[in-house]
């Protein structure tokens, strides 16, 4: 079993920055591919970045690309998520989710463990 633990969200105005690290605890945590959705109120999950175990891989939602950056230090069984030129409509829950398999383009349930979620809110 894999605990996946979100943090780093918050406030930040449009154009800003904020960097999100997902932690993942269990004997084997390194060893997932990992990835990043979102969820905005009265919306559906929408992919942002995905990431294979060994970090060779990566691909971006195309609202995203150029803008986020997804990277891992399995030494430490973290992922991170840079977000730069943060827009209001990024505002939402940013889940990580891992999963023993790496997809370019994963669904929610792809993700075997998902966190509890941080929130993202960028003002205007």
């Known amino acids: 079993q894999v605990q996946v633990v979100e943090s780093g969200g918050g406030l930040v105005q449009a154009g800003g920055s904020l960097r999100l690290s997902c932690a993942a605890y269990?004997?084997?945590?390194?060893?997932?591919?990992m990835g990043w959705f979102r969820q905005a109120p009265g919306k559906e999950y929408e992919f942002v970045a995905t990431?294979?175990?060994?970090?060779?891989?990566?691909n971006y939602a195309d609202s995203v690309k150029g803008r986020f950056t997804i990277s891992r230090d399995n030494a430490k069984n973290t992922v991170y998520l840079q977000m730069n030129s943060l827009k209001p409509e990024d505002t939402a829950v940013y889940y990580c989710?891992?999963?023993?398999?790496?997809?370019?383009?994963?669904?929610?349930?792809?993700?075997?463990?998902w966190g509890q979620g941080t929130q993202v809110t960028v003002s205007s």
């Open positions: 989710g891992a999963d023993w398999n790496y997809s370019d383009y994963p669904v929610r349930g792809d993700y075997a463990y």
């Open positions: 990431i294979s175990w060994t970090g060779d891989r990566t």
């Open positions: 269990g004997r084997t945590a390194s060893s997932y591919s």
